[in-house]
């Protein structure tokens, strides 16, 4: 019943900036954290950042000073600005929500299809 559905990716170059989205459909109660992770090929999937439901947010240290996730005033939306994109930030970007889609369920997570951010000159 839950869906969730990023868009934004795309190729640039070296340098360059990108704005991920996110969007949080379906049977949802309350929505706790939104996050987004990336894997790269041959790569374990790793977080580039989360945002919990009071705005606190928490940011893989290769990102940090280049990258800004923040949600919109539904909640049920998160973005990624990526600047200073490098080549080593190509991977396939994954939205992901801890949420319940009843009062009484426990929070899981759901996960989006994906979306391929490329940086290559």
């Known amino acids: 019943q839950v869906q969730l559905v990023e868009s934004g990716g795309g190729l640039v170059q070296p340098g360059g900036s990108l704005r991920l989205s996110c969007a949080a459909s379906?049977?949802?109660?309350?929505?706790?954290?939104m996050a987004w992770y990336r894997q790269a090929p041959g790569k374990e999937r790793e977080l580039v950042a989360r945002i919990n439901s009071d705005g606190r947010t928490n940011y893989a240290d290769y990102v940090k000073r280049r990258f800004t996730i923040s949600s919109g005033n539904s909640k049920n939306t998160v973005y990624l600005q990526m600047n200073g994109l490098k080549p080593e930030d190509t991977a396939v970007y994954y939205c992901n929500a801890d949420l319940k889609q009843r009062v009484y369920d426990p929070i899981n997570s759901y996960w989006g299809q994906g979306t391929q951010v490329t940086v290559s000159a």
């Open positions: 379906g049977s949802i109660f309350s929505i706790h954290a």
